[in-house]
């Protein structure tokens, strides 16, 4: 089954790969190398998923960030790639980075939100090393921003 055909039957809607808004690209392509710039969580709406777990938030809502943290990631990968996602061979990893309180011990778990979605898409092609790294403060006020790199055919 096709990448495309696995969002479809999964009833995912991706959201449109966001324009950076600093000094930077949303992706490049080095070499078989395709890396993603971080992608903050933002909501169906659009609207940005602030604040921080274990505190205003808590490990689910943080799951759920995280979550369209990584569409907003098969997002630009899929920009990226010309609209075909074909072109995407593997995941190699993900770094994901959680606001939270300095109790919140948990970001393993938020950052899950976005593994599990990865893999959801890209089966075991989205098998992928990872980190999962607590912040004090993210871009915005956002709960959680994941960035990727993928393998090209």
């Known amino acids: 089954m096709s990448f495309e055909s696995k969002i479809k039957e999964l009833g995912i809607v ?5 324009a950076p808004v600093g000094s930077y690209v949303a992706t490049k392509i080095v070499d078989k190398l395709l890396y993603i710039s971080g992608q903050i969580s933002i909501d169906e709406n659009g609207e940005l998923i602030k604040g921080k777990i274990g505190k205003e938030l808590n490990t689910e809502d943080g799951y759920k960030a995280a ?3 990584a569409l907003n990631i098969t997002a630009q990968a899929k920009k990226a790639c010309n609209d075909d996602l074909s072109k995407i061979k593997s995941c190699v ?3 994901g980075f959680v606001n939270s309180s300095d109790n919140f011990v948990d970001q393993p778990k938020v950052i899950n939100g976005a593994s ?3 893999v959801k898409i890209f089966g075991d092609k989205g098998m992928h090393t990872r980190a999962a790294v607590s912040s004090n403060s993210l ?5 959680v921003e994941v960035d990727a790199i993928f393998e090209l055919n």
């Open 14 to 18: 991706l959201p449109k790969a966001a």
């Open 139 to 143: 871009p915005l006020g956002v709960a």
């Open 67 to 69: 979550q369209r943290c």
């Open 116 to 118: 599990d979605t990865i």
């Open 93 to 95: 990893k993900l770094t």
